[in-house]
């Protein structure tokens, strides 16, 4: 795998910094992603080819695309779609605006990044296409809409373009996350404090929850794996020969999609509420 080339979108920290990490030290040559100036000089001093991206942006997108291929002389061998981030609140406090900015960085951007390099992984005949996805995107929980709403689009986008590839020599994986050890949180609230107005909500009470849980940084969420956990699964889809659609990462991805496939809708839902509820009183 020496040399071969990976763009990581969304390294300044979590998943797609140890990406960055684990796959360099198993020989590739990562091109790192990140939005911020402060970020970018961070995987510099790393040893990185740190690249400026904001997603939501679609020049941003285009220049890229554009610098990343000029500099693999069109040789781009996977995509890591990993940057994102998740807005919480009650699907009826969602202004449009809001929802669409959630669409424009989880789904929107992705999506023209991977155009932009498909036809030079056409061209090459070989290439992966790996898209973090979630636990949410198989399910939904309270106060998640936007971020989930995201996540489904991610797993039908994405079904769709691995049946279309097919014979291409080009492989598409979802990763399938439950919790995991990240800055997630962090700008959870960010995006909470700027976008949701909770005394102007039917859900103001549970808002109060939700603020305690997302300002509180050592919380102790059950089966929370270190971002290497997912990683591992990265490794797998690029250098697996035939490397699998979908990969499960932590104990609650593999219970709640069992579940999911074998309960009814009603019963499903009795699960669901319990989660959140646990969820608010951690």
């Known amino acids: 795998m020496t040399g071969r080339s990976v763009l990581i979108t969304g390294c300044s920290s979590g998943i797609g910094r140890r990406a960055a990490q684990m796959l360099a030290r198993r020989g590739y040559r990562v091109l790192a992603t990140a939005r911020k100036a402060r970020d970018l000089e961070q995987l510099e001093a790393e040893g990185f080819e740190a690249l400026a991206l904001d997603l939501a942006d679609p020049g941003s997108v285009e220049a890229l695309a554009g610098e990343v291929l000029s500099r693999t002389q069109g040789k781009i061998f996977a995509l890591f779609n990993n940057g994102a981030y998740g807005q919480p609140g009650a699907v009826e406090d969602l202004t449009r605006?809001?929802?669409?900015?959630?669409?424009?960085?989880?789904?929107?951007?992705?999506?023209?990044?991977?155009?932009?390099?498909?036809?030079?992984?056409?061209?090459?005949?070989?290439?992966?296409?790996?898209?973090?996805?979630?636990?949410?995107?198989?399910?939904?929980?309270?106060?998640?809409?936007?971020?989930?709403?995201?996540?489904?689009?991610?797993?039908?986008?994405?079904?769709?373009?691995?049946?279309?590839?097919?014979?291409?020599?080009?492989?598409?994986?979802?990763?399938?996350?439950?919790?995991?050890?990240?800055?997630?949180?962090?700008?959870?609230?960010?995006?909470?404090?700027?976008?949701?107005d909770p005394d102007r909500s039917p859900h103001r009470e549970v808002y109060r929850k939700v603020e305690r849980r997302l300002m509180t940084e050592d919380i102790s969420v059950p089966f929370t794996l270190?971002?290497?956990?997912?990683?591992?699964?990265?490794?797998?889809?690029?250098?697996?020969?035939?490397?699998?659609?979908?990969?499960?990462?932590?104990?609650?991805?593999?219970?709640?999609?069992?579940?999911?496939?074998?309960?009814?809708?009603?019963?499903?839902?009795?699960?669901?509420?319990?989660?959140?509820?646990?969820?608010?009183?951690?």
């Open 97 to 196: 605006d809001v929802l669409r900015a959630q669409l424009e960085t989880n789904l929107l951007g992705w999506h023209d990044l991977t155009c932009r390099l498909l036809p030079s992984m056409r061209a090459n005949h070989a290439g992966r296409i790996i898209q973090n996805s979630s636990l949410l995107g198989l399910m939904a929980l309270h106060f998640r809409g936007a971020y989930t709403a995201s996540k489904y689009a991610i797993e039908g986008l994405s079904d769709t373009l691995r049946l279309e590839l097919q014979g291409t020599g080009i492989f598409v994986s979802l990763i399938e996350p439950g919790p995991v050890s990240s800055r997630f949180r962090e700008n959870a609230y960010l995006a909470y404090k700027a976008n949701i």
């Open 226 to 282: 270190p971002a290497d956990a997912v990683v591992k699964k990265v490794i797998h889809a690029l250098e697996a020969s035939r490397p699998r659609a979908r990969y499960y990462v932590t104990v609650p991805t593999y219970v709640l999609a069992y579940l999911k496939r074998v309960l009814p809708t009603r019963q499903f839902d009795r699960v669901t509420r319990a989660v959140s509820r646990a969820e608010m009183e951690n």
